[in-house]
């Protein structure tokens, strides 16, 4: 997010306008052009300091010194040079912002809020300001803030694609995803191919879980030459939730042969666009890939789906080994039920298969599971008097 705000003009060149000074000679125009053309700032400034005292209060003076030395990356002596005109004038709206700047550029983030505060103090449709105060308060992890200076930059200009996509990611961290698509696509109402409006539009779309559009929209950024990781990752999953697996691997195999590695999040999903196009071996494979880069909160999991696609390869032991690994990060209910299943089912062992049922109930799973509960119920049943 680009917070720091430009708001200098150029200096006018026609120094022979000045007045309240009675040197005999004037700085050459022809020579302060040739210094701002080769960007040599400070040697225009020193060059401009030949010709006025360094008493002068001339605010155009001034200005263009402020000016010549911000531009030369001499911050500290470009400030003084505002605080003289804001001295001459603390009403003056660019004086504020050059100020707010520098404070920026210096890392003065509480005196660059003071500033951009008084410039909206001044005017309350100062768009800049307010994107300015929204870089701050992020900085400061005050998002409420944030929000609410954003809110005012994007009502003020709703088609400013910069403003649109940084409110829109600040709404998201609110979880307010319509408000960020309605963001969104006021903006791209003057500007239908910004790409990181699309990006924000993509992104929301999965939240909203409007999988359609995330398959439109990837489609779109990938036809404007969008190929990041985030891109393709996003484009797979819509194609994945819209039952498009094939269309989902095609995608992460592109992901794979342009950035060699995804994460965690994308291997399982590829994982499971195997396991519906009935590649197991190809799924077991990913699925190794996701535990290797998993974090723990998801390890059980993903050592369950692991389990079930050793079941549906026909590898009850390996399945048992993957369920039974999974209830070493955390206890799922729903893995005590499927060893049970497989002990029962595939491997003949009424005994275990008793064992992990009972655990299964023991675990008081939720109503949700109603109808796994009664055919354990009635399972053990079964099985008790086959003993």
Same mark, same amino acid.
């Given at each position: 997010?680009?917070?720091?705000?430009?708001?200098?003009?150029?200096?006018?060149?026609?120094?022979?306008?000045? $007045?309240?000074?009675?040197?005999?000679?004037?700085?050459?125009?022809?020579?302060?052009?040739?210094?701002?053309?080769?960007?040599?700032?400070?040697?225009?400034?020193?060059?401009?300091?030949?010709?006025?005292?360094? $008493?002068?209060?001339?605010? $155009?003076?001034? /200005?263009?010194?402020?000016?010549?030395?911000?531009?030369?990356?001499?911050?500290?002596?470009?400030?003084?040079?505002?605080?003289?005109?804001?001295?001459?004038? /603390?009403?003056?709206?660019?004086?504020?912002?050059?100020?707010?700047?520098?404070?920026?550029?210096?890392?003065?983030?509480?005196?660059?809020?003071?500033?951009?505060?008084?410039?909206?103090?001044?005017?309350?449709?100062?768009?800049?300001?307010?994107?300015?105060?929204?870089?701050?308060?992020?900085?400061?992890?005050?998002?409420?803030?944030?929000?609410?200076?954003?809110?005012?930059?994007?009502?003020?200009?709703?088609?400013?694609?910069?403003?649109?996509?940084?409110?829109?990611?600040?709404?998201?961290?609110?979880?307010?995803?319509?408000?960020?698509?309605?963001?969104?696509?006021?903006?791209?109402?003057?500007?239908?191919?910004?790409?990181?409006?699309?990006?924000?539009?993509?992104?929301?779309?999965?939240?909203?879980?409007?999988?359609?559009?995330?398959?439109?929209?990837?489609?779109?950024?990938?036809?404007?030459?969008?190929?990041?990781?985030?891109?393709?990752?996003?484009?797979?999953?819509?194609?994945?939730? $819209?039952?498009?697996?094939?269309?989902?691997?095609?995608?992460?195999?592109?992901?794979?042969?342009?950035?060699?590695?995804?994460?965690?999040?994308?291997?399982?999903?590829?994982?499971?666009?195997?396991?519906?196009?009935?590649?197991?071996?190809?799924?077991?494979?990913?699925?190794?890939?996701?535990?290797?880069?998993?974090?723990?909160?998801?390890?059980?999991?993903?050592?369950?789906?692991?389990?079930?696609?050793?079941?549906?390869?026909?590898?009850?032991?390996?399945?048992?080994?993957?369920?039974?690994?999974?209830?070493?990060?955390?206890?799922?209910?729903?893995?005590?039920?499927?060893?049970?299943?497989?002990?029962?089912?595939?491997?003949?062992?009424?005994?275990?298969?008793?064992?992990?049922?009972?655990?299964?109930?023991?675990?008081?799973?939720?109503?949700?599971?109603?109808?796994?509960?009664?055919?354990?119920?009635?399972?053990?049943?079964?099985?008790?008097?086959?003993?």
């Amino acid at each position: 997010m680009n917070t720091v705000l430009h708001a200098i003009a150029l200096p006018y060149l026609c120094f022979s306008c000045l $007045t309240g000074y009675a040197q005999d000679r004037q700085p050459d125009d022809a020579r302060l052009v040739e210094f701002y053309q080769t960007q040599q700032y400070r040697e225009a400034a020193e060059y401009l300091n030949m010709f006025y005292p360094e $008493t002068t209060a001339d605010p $155009t003076v001034l /200005s263009r010194l402020a000016y010549c030395y911000r531009m030369a990356g001499d911050y500290n002596l470009a400030e003084q040079y505002y605080l003289r005109l804001h001295a001459q004038d /603390s009403l003056h709206i660019p004086t504020l912002l050059n100020l707010g700047a520098i404070s920026v550029q210096r890392g003065l983030y509480v005196q660059a809020t003071s500033y951009y505060e008084r410039v909206i103090a001044i005017d309350t449709a100062h768009l800049a300001a307010y994107k300015a105060l929204s870089g701050l308060m992020i900085r400061k992890a005050d998002f409420e803030t944030a929000y609410r200076y954003f809110a005012s930059a994007n009502k003020l200009q709703p088609s400013n694609s910069d403003i649109a996509y940084d409110f829109a990611k600040l709404c998201m961290d609110f979880d307010q995803y319509v408000k960020a698509d309605s963001v969104l696509q006021a903006a791209l109402q003057t500007d239908p191919r910004h790409g990181m409006l699309l990006l924000g539009k993509i992104q929301v779309a999965e939240k909203l879980e409007v999988y359609p559009e995330m398959v439109s929209y990837g489609r779109r950024l990938l036809e404007q030459g969008d190929e990041s990781p985030v891109v393709l990752s996003l484009l797979a999953r819509g194609y994945f939730h $819209t039952n498009n697996f094939a269309g989902a691997k095609e995608t992460y195999d592109r992901m794979l042969a342009l950035y060699e590695r995804m994460g965690e999040l994308d291997y399982y999903y590829l994982a499971m666009s195997y396991k519906a196009m009935k590649h197991y071996k190809e799924a077991l494979s990913c699925m190794d890939k996701v535990l290797e880069l998993a974090v723990s909160t998801n390890t059980a999991f993903y050592y369950g789906r692991k389990a079930d696609l050793h079941d549906l390869a026909n590898q009850p032991s390996s399945a048992v080994a993957s369920y039974v690994r999974s209830l070493q990060f955390e206890v799922v209910p729903l893995h005590y039920y499927s060893l049970g299943v497989v002990y029962d089912r595939k491997l003949s062992d009424k005994n275990n298969a008793l064992r992990y049922y009972r655990l299964y109930l023991k675990q008081n799973p939720s109503e949700k599971e109603s109808r796994y509960i009664t055919y354990v119920q009635q399972r053990i049943k079964e099985l008790e008097r086959l003993k």
